[in-house]
């Protein structure tokens, strides 16, 4: 009995800690798999000895530890529970439950549905609507109590804010960061010195709580509906599934209903299937991450019958698949040097295929994951990959000898330029703080003339790293200044090359201001700050002379990058900078104010073929205080579309949402001809 006890305490302490790390730090210490197991064996403790079993066992409550609670008083009580599911690995957990199901039904039914639908990785959310109107949008919290994101949710414009049902309606759904918004996230929060996040999951999850919704809205995070608890219209999920979409939510398409086995599992791994498909340029066609697939009773009467135990429904499974794995071995870790000083250590791995790609590196995030993994050089790794995200390793197999085993050091001083490093706030990562460190001006003139700055085509690595090497530039100002000639006597420049090169260049001087802004790459301002700053102050000498306190009392804008903003611009050659790129032309002064009151709270969709990339005229509507959303629906107002539009110019013929084109977006914007 002592023993068993032991086990049991020992099993609900793991658990806890588990928990605590999943939900809470965002860290999976194990698998789920793994974690299953612990789990299982614990129900299993229970049942053999009951008496043993304590009221705060993790099985007694839907024990996720949520930390949307942690100080927050915008509590919202559901009004129906949300409930978790269980989960399953193999054919035989699912003949299991289908034959549970079957046990406690009714024997007059012959055949029971289910419904097999993807298992998005993202965060639950719970909507709801009154008189056709979006009232309500709450996380699952602990399944009972959850925390109030109606601003955030509605910031997001990807809910109908009105739907023709007029009744009561609880919909539930998985709100989800698309996977190259988070590559594209983590990127910009890496040149930003900020923490990244470990998955679309946690970045999904982190932005929904965000206390400052026009923050939220910038995160991109997207939604799939996948259950109508309140105000039902059909007897079965299947069809309300349906009727969903018909209102106008966001479904996902790849739902199936079937009722024997085979059929069942064959979906289940059409889904896999589905999840594994890779584009031409080897990502994953699906834009989101799915972990699994659910399997659902689609008959509401038959799931009441067979109701709920204390955390699970008893009408529903998930079925996980195992995330793509394979083991290779570590020959070296490199540090990176970020354009913001922040060194990120690399593992330099023996090729392996996986997930359709070769993978010959992986991140390490920073020296505490060094640690944590306690990983030395030729150890066997394994990695894993979900998406297109960065592989990353997940432990160390011990059980394979490793005959190399040095240390891994991590470096006192720069490996780029050798200067002492010094250690961030949190101390888990090195900073070069040498402003002349040669991957540092590299890193920051390639910022410069990237796609979400000044956008100069052709101004890439191979180019920067030349014109560094030849003294051509030394910093962003020289790019206005390049000399054709001296360009011509460089390896690889042929007269037309060059031709192009120039003409980017002078292109890019038609920039707005907020790119020009952020194109100085001033540490915690990124792309949504920078033109909530152009916003309050309008052109740099205001901006300038701005204190911290003037910049931080912006709604959205954090005190790091009020302190930030205002010591880069103290800085004598920073100074000198902006001036020589004013003396070349570029933008400096917010586009004149022909702010036109219709435009705003208008939402538009862009396609087609137009004069600029899409993301001039999304930069252009957002200036003008509208929103650019990404599919056609109800809420659209205007749709702009160039040639070649297809089933985005279809959907709004469809819904009698007004097309335009650029000189009408102009009008609309501008409010004059
Ligand atoms: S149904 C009563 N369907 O998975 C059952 N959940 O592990 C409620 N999830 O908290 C859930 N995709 O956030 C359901 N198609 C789907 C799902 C899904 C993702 C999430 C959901 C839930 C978690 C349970």
Redesign the pocket.
């Known amino acids: 009995m002592d023993k068993i006890l032991a086990r049991y305490n020992e099993l609900i302490a793991l658990i806890e800690k588990y928990n605590q790390e999943y939900y809470v730090n965002n860290i999976s210490a194990i698998s789920d798999y793994e974690y299953d197991q612990l789990y299982k064996e614990l129900v299993k403790l229970e049942e053999t000895t009951p008496e043993i079993i304590i009221t705060t066992s993790p099985t007694r409550f839907v024990g996720d530890v949520d930390n949307s609670l942690v100080g927050s008083d915008k509590k919202i009580e559901h009004q129906i529970r949300m409930?978790?599911?269980e989960n399953s690995y193999s054919r035989d957990d699912i003949i299991e439950f289908i034959d549970k199901v079957k046990k406690v039904v009714n024997a007059t039914v012959k055949k029971i549905e289910f419904v097999i639908?993807?298992?998005?990785d993202g965060a639950?959310v719970s909507i709801r609507y009154k008189g056709g109107v979006l009232v309500e949008a709450a996380t699952?919290g602990d399944g009972v109590i959850g925390e109030d994101i109606l601003d955030n949710i509605k910031s997001l414009g990807v809910l109908p804010v009105t739907i023709e049902d007029k009744g009561e309606v609880i919909i539930?759904g998985?709100a989800y960061m698309p996977i190259s918004t988070f590559n594209k996230l983590n990127i910009e929060r890496e040149a930003e010195g900020e923490t990244l996040f470990a998955n679309p999951r946690n970045a999904a999850a982190g932005s929904l709580k965000l206390l400052d919704s026009s923050k939220v809205a910038s995160r991109g995070l997207k939604l799939f509906l996948?259950?109508l608890d309140l105000g039902r219209r059909f007897d079965n999920h299947f069809d309300d599934l349906k009727y969903l979409k018909d209102l106008g939510f966001p479904v996902n398409e790849n739902c199936f209903k079937f009722s024997e086995t085979d059929d069942i599992m064959d979906a289940i791994f059409e889904i896999e299937k589905i999840r594994d498909e890779l584009d031409d340029t080897l990502n994953n066609k699906l834009d989101y991450e799915l972990d699994g697939a659910?399997v659902k009773v689609n008959d509401y009467a038959i799931r009441d019958e067979l109701g709920h135990t204390s955390k699970y429904?008893r009408f529903?499974i998930?079925y996980k698949y195992k995330s793509e794995s394979v083991r290779t071995k570590l020959l070296s870790v490199t540090f990176q040097v970020g354009r913001t000083g922040a060194i990120t250590p690399v593992a330099e791995l023996v090729s392996v295929q996986l997930s359709g790609s070769v993978i010959a590196r992986a991140t390490l995030h920073n020296n505490d994951e060094i640690k944590r993994l306690n990983i030395r050089i030729g150890d066997t790794v394994i990695i894993e990959k979900g998406g297109e995200v960065i592989p990353k390793i997940i432990s160390v197999d011990r059980d394979v000898l490793n005959i190399d085993g040095r240390e891994i050091e991590i470096p006192t001083v720069c490996p780029v330029c050798g200067y002492a490093l010094a250690n961030d706030v949190s101390g888990v990562k090195g900073y070069c703080i040498n402003r002349e460190c040669p991957a540092i001006v590299q890193g920051g003139i390639l910022h410069f003339a990237s796609r979400d700055a000044m956008d100069i085509k052709g101004f890439g690595v191979k180019v920067v790293e030349q014109f560094l090497e030849h003294d051509l530039i030394k910093d962003i100002s020289d790019i206005y200044k390049l000399d054709r000639k001296k360009i011509l006597k460089l390896e690889g420049f042929q007269s037309q090359s060059v031709d192009n090169l120039l003409e980017a260049i002078e292109q890019s001087k038609t920039q707005p201001f907020h790119r020009v802004l952020y194109g100085l790459g001033i540490k915690h301002v990124g792309r949504t700050a920078t033109k909530l700053i152009i916003k309050q102050f309008g052109d740099i000498d205001t901006i300038m002379k701005a204190t911290e306190e003037d910049i931080s009392a912006i709604y959205g804008i954090g005190v790091g990058s009020a302190s930030t903003l205002v010591s880069f611009f103290k800085d004598e050659i920073n100074i000198k900078i902006v001036d020589q790129l004013r003396s070349n032309g570029l933008k400096f002064e917010k586009e004149p104010d022909l702010l036109n009151k219709t435009a705003l709270d208008r939402t538009f969709v862009i396609t087609g073929k137009l004069s600029h990339e899409r993301e001039y005229f999304k930069d252009l509507i957002e200036s003008y205080g509208a929103r650019v959303s990404s599919s056609v629906s109800k809420n659209t107002d205007y749709l702009l579309a160039g040639s070649d539009a297809g089933s985005k110019l279809k959907k709004a013929l469809e819904l009698d949402v007004k097309v335009i084109d650029e000189n009408e977006l102009n009008i609309i914007l501008t409010g004059s001809r």
């Open positions: 409930y978790s599911l639908e993807p298992k998005i639950a699952r539930r998985e996948y259950s659910v429904p529903a998930s």
